[in-house]
Nanobody, 124 residues
C-alpha cells in the first residue's frame, strides 16, 4: 500500500510560481511511475506530467516549458515546479502513482494510488 500526501498549493498571481510536493510512503517509491493530474471545476481530471521510474518525463502540451517534475528518491518525494502560471492553470492538483509497467500512462484510470489533492488558484 502506498499513501500520497500533496502540499504546496495556494493562491498566486498570473506569471508567478508555485512548487507542489507529494510525499509517498512505502519502500518501493523508486519502482513507481509518478504522475500529476489536475481537475478544474466542472471539468474532467486532466493529465499534466508523468515521471517514469527510470527518470524519463513527459508533459502535456499545455504545461510544456513551464512546469517541471522532479523526484527525490531519498525523501520519497516528487515535486512539481510550476512557473509562468496562468489563470487556466487553476485546479485541484493530484499526485498519482502506478506500480510499474511499460506504457504511456496519461489516463487517470491507469494509476493505482492517489493523493487527496491540493488547490492551486491563479488570479489574473
Amino acid at each position: 500500500q502506498v499513501q500520497l500526501v500533496e502540499s504546496g498549493g495556494g493562491l498566486v498571481q498570473a506569471g508567478g510560481s508555485l512548487r507542489l510536493s507529494c510525499a509517498a510512503s512505502g519502500r518501493t517509491f523508486s519502482s513507481f511511475h509518478m504522475g500529476w493530474f489536475r481537475q478544474a471545476p466542472g471539468k474532467e481530471r486532466e493529465f499534466v506530467v508523468i515521471s517514469w521510474s527510470g527518470g524519463t518525463t513527459y508533459y502535456a502540451d499545455s504545461v510544456q516549458g513551464r512546469f517541471t517534475i522532479s523526484r527525490d528518491y531519498a525523501k520519497n518525494t516528487v515535486y512539481l515546479q510550476m512557473n509562468s502560471l496562468k489563470p487556466e492553470d487553476t485546479a485541484v492538483y493530484f499526485c498519482a502513482a502506478r506500480r510499474g509497467g511499460s506504457g504511456f500512462y496519461t489516463s487517470s484510470y491507469e494509476y493505482d494510488y492517489w493523493g487527496q489533492g491540493t488547490q492551486v488558484t491563479v488570479s489574473s
